[in-house]
């Protein structure tokens, strides 16, 4: 895990380079670096150290021959099969880093190697030879990459805000409206102008810098023929022992709840051996309704692990408020966000890499809209007549959102339902061509989950959290011939309100476990807003200097709420920690 740099072209220098390398020293405090191959490019990295953390994995790491150097960012997870690759081919290894080996994989199979990298990673892999230059992100968006480009200089970085910064870029009015609806600036986008966002899976060989385009890294499919929960278990088992090995201390983000518990049950019992657990817990007074932190005790009766129970509470909230605004490189609408970051706080003490439960959900129809979803496929034809009728009725949260968000085309119905509240035509329009029209209605949406709202929010909360304690964050879920698996399963029923991962928790006696109430990670928001306290103020008042500052730009449901947030509390609370979020960010930074 580091942080990446390029700059080429007009605007290369050493000062330049440096700022974004001394921007981004959370994301590798552990060694940096920065050098200019020939003229006019410049590179810089920062690396934080998990494999093989001796001096002679550093980065720039160079070549034999001294002809090509590669800087990148993540884990390759089957680097020990390429490297016996290779050493069947002849080539000498100095380290026992993955590092290493994904330098002879490219320099002997290019960009075409790409596709048989399993990992997560952000890449920058330099020619020198031939002064080319290949970039990559992995498969699925798991190391964040942004650039900026203009007629005369390209400039790469693992973060948005020192580009934006370095750049002097103004604020992109137009990711409001969208940050409003679906809590993130658009897919390729960023808060700030001229700075866009690398998409997932996309690699370029670039040879001028001016000009540049982007291919699709393929995928590699392996005929699967058994679709079965003893399959599933089978290649979860696989991705728990390559994410779970490092050489420096591992951890787990514990949740209690089914797919955190399923990766440490399995971990335990294939070895034996415990692991640190990190594990927020709410004040006494919310404990009936925010459960985890118990959860977890209970979970330790039957399986050894070392609990840290993470405290939060308002006081603790504003303690860490303005630390946690600072090494935010981009605003999430998620206060899951902030939680992860204390989390991490607490965690770097012991450990550097932080095992997560990430990707179950999205891939394996966890979340509420999935269900929502599916009640709307079922009953569709009488939802739609009876929705003028049904929707005069004293109807709770749920289902009045539900009601006001089917629509007769089902994409537009399930984008409703993944926002906070109905969208309009435009923002419909940006997503609508992320569906896949060769999948069917219900997988669709998976696959959307797993290519918008896991890259956009999940992902980048898990990066951005965790590296700005020079952490990293894996996901065992998301591993590569899971994926493949799950790409090529058929029967619908296997993939609903995640079937086998709640039968294997029951296969070992935590039935409690698969039972437990899907209940979201974050802030007890509505408890702090009714309490008309310190926080409610607080947030009241950012909102008000929010709506003068840029009320030009801001979309009319968002206008109609901030004329009287008080009022809409108990409807919308989420929303307007959301835009709290926002608008202490953009005054942070001055946008």
């Excluded at 002879?104 to 020619?127: N, P, R």
């Excluded at 129809?365 to 049904?390: D, I, V």
């Excluded at 799950?486 to 995640?498: A, C, S, V």
Aim: hydrophobic share 40%.
């Amino acid at each position: 895990m580091c942080g990446i740099h390029l700059i080429w072209g007009k605007g290369a220098n050493q000062e330049s380079i440096e700022f974004l390398v001394n921007h981004s020293t959370h994301r590798g405090p552990d060694q940096k670096a920065f050098f200019s191959p020939w003229p006019s490019l410049w590179i810089g990295v920062n690396r934080l150290k998990i494999l093989h953390p001796g001096p002679d994995a550093d980065q720039p790491f160079f070549a034999p021959d001294g002809n090509s150097f590669l800087i990148w960012n993540g884990e390759v997870y089957n680097y020990r099969n390429l490297r016996n690759i290779l050493e069947k081919m002849g080539i000498e290894f100095i380290t026992q880093s993955d590092t290493e080996v994904l330098l002879h994989w490219l320099k002997i199979f290019g960009a075409k190697g790409l596709e048989s990298v399993k990992g997560m990673f952000s890449l920058i892999f330099v020619d020198l030879a031939s002064q080319n230059v290949l970039v990559a992100r992995d498969k699925n968006g798991e190391k964040p990459l942004y650039y900026h480009q203009d007629p005369t200089t390209l400039m790469i970085s693992s973060e948005s805000k020192g580009l934006g910064k370095l750049l002097d870029s103004k604020l992109d009015e137009g990711q409001l409206d969208n940050y409003y609806f679906m809590r993130t600036a658009l897919p390729g986008k960023t808060f700030y102008k001229g700075v866009k966002e690398w998409k997932a899976a996309r690699f370029s060989l670039i040879r001028q810098h001016s000009a540049f385009r982007w291919d699709n890294i393929p995928e590699i499919k392996k005929e699967e023929s058994l679709f079965t929960k003893d399959r599933f278990k089978e290649l979860l088992l696989q991705s728990i022992k390559r994410q779970f090995h490092a050489d420096m201390p591992v951890g787990m983000l514990l949740s209690g709840g089914a797919d955190s518990t399923l990766l440490y049950s399995l971990w335990y019992k294939e070895t034996g051996g415990s692991l640190p657990t990190f594990t927020i817990e709410h004040e006494t007074k919310y404990s009936k309704k925010y459960v985890d932190a118990q959860a977890v005790s209970k979970l330790a009766k039957s399986i050894p692990l070392e609990k840290n129970a993470i405290q939060v509470s308002q006081k603790i909230f504003w303690e860490n408020w303005d630390e946690y605004l600072q090494q935010l490189d981009l605003p999430v609408g998620d206060s899951a966000s902030f939680l992860t970051w204390l989390i991490g706080k607490e965690a770097k003490k012991s450990v550097k890499v932080l095992i997560s439960g990430a990707g179950a959900d999205e891939l394996w129809g966890g979340y509420n809209r999935h269900q929502a979803f599916l009640k709307y496929q079922e009953n569709k034809g009488l939802f739609l007549p009876l929705k003028p009728f049904l929707g005069m009725l004293p109807l709770g949260r749920n289902w009045k959102k539900f009601l006001e968000g089917i629509e007769p085309d089902s994409k537009k119905t399930f984008l409703n339902f993944t926002a906070l509240e109905r969208i309009d035509h435009d923002i419909f329009s940006d997503y609508e061509r992320v569906f896949d029209q060769k999948l069917s209605p219900y997988k669709q949406i998976l696959d959307f989950d797993r290519r918008v709202f896991l890259v956009q929010d999940i992902l980048k909360i898990q990066d951005n959290a965790l590296m700005a304690h020079g952490l990293e964050g894996r996901s065992p879920y998301l591993d590569e011939d899971l994926l493949n698996f799950w790409h090529q399963i058929t029967d619908e029923e296997d993939l609903k309100y995640k079937k086998w991962i709640r039968e294997i928790l029951t296969d070992l006696d935590l039935e409690w476990i698969s039972q437990r109430k899907k209940l979201g990670f974050g802030l007890p928001l509505l408890e702090w807003f009714s309490e008309e306290g310190e926080f409610a103020n607080r947030v009241f008042a950012s909102l008000e200097s929010y709506k003068n500052d840029y009320k030009s730009n801001l979309p009319k449901p968002a206008l109609q709420l901030l004329e009287n947030p008080r009022k809409h509390v108990k409807t919308h609370f989420l929303t307007l920690y959301n835009l709290f979020l926002l608008a202490e960010w953009l005054k942070l930074n001055k946008l």
